[in-house]
Every structure is written in C-alpha cells, then in structure tokens.
C-alpha cells in the first residue's frame, strides 16, 4: 500500500475549508473508540463518512486546539467527489483522552494515526487509495507519519 500525501489534495482540502453552502453530501457515517496500545484509558475518538462507491480514502488530521468535528464542509466536498472521508481526534483534542491541548510523546500522534488509517481502511473496499492530510499541527503530525510509511 502506498500512501499519498500531494500537494493538489492538500489544494483541494483548503478549498473545500473555504467553500461556503456545499449541500450535504448522502454519506454513511460511523464513530469510533480507538485505545492507543491497547491501553482503554488512552482512548482516540475517530469518526468517518464513506459515499456508496468510493474512490479513495482521505484521512484527515486537524490543527492544534481543534477536533474533528469541526469540518463537515470538508467531509460534503470530498464525499461529493466520491472520496470516503476519516477524521480524529487528536490526543488532548476533542474527545480523545489527555489534558487539552498537550502530548507528551509526539510518537503517540503516529501511533494514534496509524491505527485511525488501519481502521479506516478496514472501512471501506480493499485497494482503494488513501491520502493523507491535515493542517497546522495535523500537517506536521500527517508529513512526519507519511515520512515514516511511504511503502
């Protein structure tokens, strides 16, 4: 599996952040509890909206102090594309567990977001590819991880 992480999906994402009365993509939605190495005290909250047929996965990381409901119009545009969206809470955000807006081991993000990935995937069908994106902190957590698995 190859993960992408481009600069015209990134175009794409800041678009879709900007854009104003998208109507509501027809999208399915789950929620997910995550526990970080299997430890259910440290749980991650993540949540994902697929249309019928995808033809791609986009996982999407948010900024410092944010969370991840905070961008359904980003969630509309990509599903109006035909791309199955997954989103997280990062640890500290949200309602991932941790004291806001800190984390103490920044290889726990990783750790975090390579679960969200696996469990997103498992989501939806099998060979569909999956980018990766994120922003202001999300983007630095997204660039270090697609650095580490770019196989």
Same mark, same amino acid.
């Given at each position: 599996?190859?993960?992408?992480?481009?600069?015209?999906?990134?175009?794409?994402?800041?678009?879709?952040?900007?854009?104003? @009365?998208?109507?509501?993509?027809?999208? &399915?939605?789950?929620?997910?509890?995550?526990?970080?190495?299997? =430890?259910? =005290?440290? &749980?991650?909250?993540?949540?994902?909206?697929?249309?019928?047929?995808?033809?791609?996965?986009?996982?999407?990381?948010?900024?410092?102090? %944010?969370?991840?409901?905070?961008?359904? #119009?980003?969630?509309?545009?990509?599903?109006?594309?035909?791309?199955?969206?997954?989103?997280? %809470?990062?640890? @500290? *955000?949200?309602?991932? *567990?941790?004291?806001?807006?800190?984390?103490? %081991?920044?290889? %726990?993000?990783?750790?975090?977001?390579?679960?969200?990935?696996?469990?997103?995937?498992?989501?939806?069908?099998?060979?569909?590819?999956?980018?990766?994106?994120?922003?202001?902190?999300? @983007?630095?957590?997204?660039? #270090?991880? &697609?650095?580490?698995?770019?196989?």
């Amino acid at each position: 599996m190859k993960i992408q992480s481009t600069p015209i999906l990134t175009l794409i994402a800041l678009t879709a952040l900007v854009a104003s @009365g998208l109507p509501a993509a027809e999208n &399915s939605h789950y929620e997910k509890t995550l526990s970080l190495y299997g =430890d259910t =005290d440290r &749980s991650i909250y993540m949540q994902g909206w697929s249309p019928e047929n995808p033809v791609g996965l986009v996982v999407f990381t948010h900024g410092f102090t %944010d969370n991840s409901r905070n961008h359904r #119009r980003l969630k509309d545009f990509l599903g109006s594309q035909g791309y199955a969206m997954a989103a997280w %809470d990062m640890i @500290g *955000h949200g309602t991932s *567990h941790g004291m806001r807006g800190y984390v103490q %081991d920044f290889d %726990d993000l990783l750790a975090a977001l390579d679960q969200v990935r696996k469990s997103a995937q498992a989501q939806v069908t099998q060979g569909l590819p999956v980018y990766m994106a994120g922003y202001s902190m999300g @983007g630095l957590v997204t660039l #270090r991880y &697609s650095q580490l698995h770019d196989s």
